[in-house]
């Protein structure tokens, strides 16, 4: 897994690099030295992290230089050099108490509690990692309150009080179980383990401590196999269970050697390149020297045969010409012939061996997009937020490519339900790309800047995206249109850049037109309108990509085109949400046939 999603993180900095994206560039860098990290390949990962601050201290983008000193403490604290450690937690707490940042002081607190428990002041650690729940539990970040819950139980069983631990561990279990992640599973099984383990409950041990070997194999963490199978060996072993105990410790043993190998690989590659490089330079000096004077010896002995022989040759001069013609020509058509005979043999294995390579390549890059799809699916709401907040509702998703440029996006606020369709530029790879970074300029909008009006938040997103395109020294032209809807009671409002609102009411289609600007860079930049709708029972709304009216099929090989997709959901407004979403699924089907699906499709439905 890890290797995939370093592969996604390579392309992202391809991507970034081609439109001199540094900010970009940076923050693939830092993805690939968190990998390294998980991977215990602390050298890689620091290098990385180093080459990331470069590109950040650049740019002067400070949250990004604050992220990766974080990144750089925790490596220190791995390799228990807490003073480093702490040099550069200090910095960032001081950076993010002047600008009030109180995720980035929950971040900190968390830190220098790790400190202070590697230093073993255990009581000093509880009193910071309490400090960042309580600020994780004020901002509602689940995933944050989970890993303070989680340091806590691991301190708590630092100082043996291993009942408490599993108190901890079990709070902190429930909301990673929740929240679907799998690495803060493999920690907090692996931690309320070893508290089993101490309180001599062996079959709960070895339960948890299977689990979090299981999601640690699957993610390569390899520090969290290691202590997996450590727990087991001992419980195995408290269980009178020897070969299963052995087999534990063969484990822990090599994972635990892999781990040293790893910390220490760029060093060895380094001198191992210097020693065989030195090696080669010596030994080719030797041979040429050898070859220089074998070539000496041969020349003079030649020359002395030939002096020899000179009354002999001038006697046999014009048979030996003779023969010696005839035996050229005879031996050059031999050369010719076995010569095309050994160039076609080597097109023929080179051709092998590059098809075979291509196999290779291909069944690589696409596993590694594949799991770029996985990455994608990540940052669409997952589907218990759909069911929270559009209840009777349909989203239809249908990627041309594993990975998509169009996506969907949800986002709650205090006094409405935010949804939204956009369609970026591209598909495949660059439109997932231009997706990431469509998607993140609409949370910060919501996020950062605090806006719940789809205007103004049209407005901040395309400031947000040229702003980060500008960095660029080539001219970017890329963006997204989008229809934005904020539903609050029976009231919606509606802003869209080139993608409309559709409103069927009363068998009845009343289209809100959108503005004809994309996200992006354009010539004249107007403001985003805001158009406010007051909702009836029974009003069913769409909101759409161009993908579904633009795909080719039918008898003639058309667009399908926008009149007959107004009709065909005019013609299911007797159906029930999700009957709507099976019909449009079997129509495109229906109409496309053969044909291949020429760009992403999205549509949500959703009934009042």
Not at 129 to 139: A, D, G, T, V, W
Not at 287 to 298: C, L, M, P
Not at 317 to 324: M, P, T
Request: aromatic share 10%; proline share 2%.
């Amino acid at each position: 897994m890890p290797d995939s999603a370093l592969y996604y993180a390579e392309l992202q900095f391809d991507f970034a690099s081609e439109k001199k994206l540094k900010k970009y560039m940076a923050s693939a860098l830092s993805a690939k030295a968190y990998i390294h990290y998980l991977k215990s390949s602390y050298a890689s990962s620091l290098k990385l992290y180093i080459e990331s601050l470069e590109l950040y201290e650049e740019i002067a983008d400070k949250n990004g230089i604050a992220d990766v000193q974080i990144g750089i403490g925790n490596i220190y604290v791995q390799q228990h050099n807490t003073k480093k450690a702490m040099e550069y937690y200090s910095k960032n707490l001081k950076y993010y108490v002047d600008n009030n940042d109180k995720n980035g002081i929950a971040r900190m607190y968390n830190n220098l509690g790790r400190v202070y428990s590697e230093e073993r002041d255990y009581d000093k650690a509880i009193e910071y990692y309490n400090q960042c729940l309580s600020i994780r539990n004020e901002l509602k970040d689940k995933s944050g309150a989970a890993r303070a819950l989680g340091n806590i139980a691991y301190t708590r069983n630092f100082k043996n009080e291993f009942e408490k631990a599993v108190e901890f561990f079990l709070r902190c279990i429930e909301i990673f179980e929740e929240l679907g992640d799998k690495e803060g599973l493999a920690n907090a099984y692996s931690g309320i383990a070893y508290s089993y383990l101490n309180l001599k409950k062996y079959n709960e041990a070895i339960a948890f401590a299977s689990k979090s070997l299981q999601i640690a194999n699957e993610f390569e963490i390899i520090y969290e196999e290691v202590n997996a199978s450590r727990t087991l060996y001992s419980a195995y072993k408290k269980l009178g269970k020897i070969n299963e105990a052995m087999k534990m410790l063969e484990l822990s043993t090599r994972l635990k050697e892999q781990q040293l190998e790893k910390n220490n690989l760029d060093e060895l590659l380094k001198l191992q390149f210097k020693y065989d490089f030195e090696k080669k330079t010596h030994a080719d000096s030797i041979k040429a020297s050898e070859a220089i004077k074998v070539t000496e010896a041969r020349l003079q002995t030649q020359k002395e045969q030939l002096a020899k022989e000179k009354t002999q040759r001038i006697m046999l001069y014009g048979s030996i010409l003779f023969l010696l013609v005839f035996a050229g020509f005879i031996y050059n058509r031999f050369k010719i012939s076995q010569q095309q005979q050994n160039t076609i043999q080597l097109q023929k294995n080179y051709l092998e061996l590059q098809h075979k390579i291509v196999e290779q390549k291909n069944r690589e890059i696409t596993d590694s997009i594949n799991y770029a799809k996985r990455i994608q699916t990540a940052i669409l709401p997952p589907q218990k937020t759909v069911l929270e907040h559009l209840k009777n509702s349909f989203i239809l998703y249908l990627p041309k490519d594993i990975v998509a440029g169009d996506f969907y996006w949800i986002e709650p606020t205090q006094t409405s339900i935010l949804f939204a369709v956009a369609d970026c530029t591209g598909h495949g790879v660059p439109g997932a790309m231009v997706s990431v970074i469509c998607n993140n300029a609409l949370n910060r909008a919501v996020r950062e800047y605090g806006l719940a009006n789809p205007g103004r938040i049209l407005d901040k997103t395309r400031e947000i995206i040229i702003q980060e395109f500008e960095k660029s020294d080539n001219e970017v032209k890329d963006g997204m249109d989008i229809a934005l809807c904020a539903l609050s009671n029976n009231e919606l409002l509606y802003a869209g850049a080139n993608n409309p609102l559709w409103i069927i009411r009363n068998n009845e289609l009343i289209e809100i037109y959108a503005d004809k600007q994309p996200i992006g860079k354009f010539d004249k930049l107007q403001p985003y309108h805001t158009h406010v709708v007051q909702l009836q029972k029974n009003d069913t709304i769409y909101i759409f990509s161009d993908g579904f009216a633009d795909q080719f099929g039918g008898e003639k090989g058309k667009k399908f085109k926008t009149p007959k997709l107004k009709e065909l959901l005019l013609s299911v407004q007797d159906k029930s949400i999700p009957q709507q979403k099976e019909i449009l699924i079997q129509t495109l089907e229906n109409w496309k046939g053969n044909i291949e699906q020429v760009d992403d499709i999205c549509v949500i439905g959703i009934k009042i």
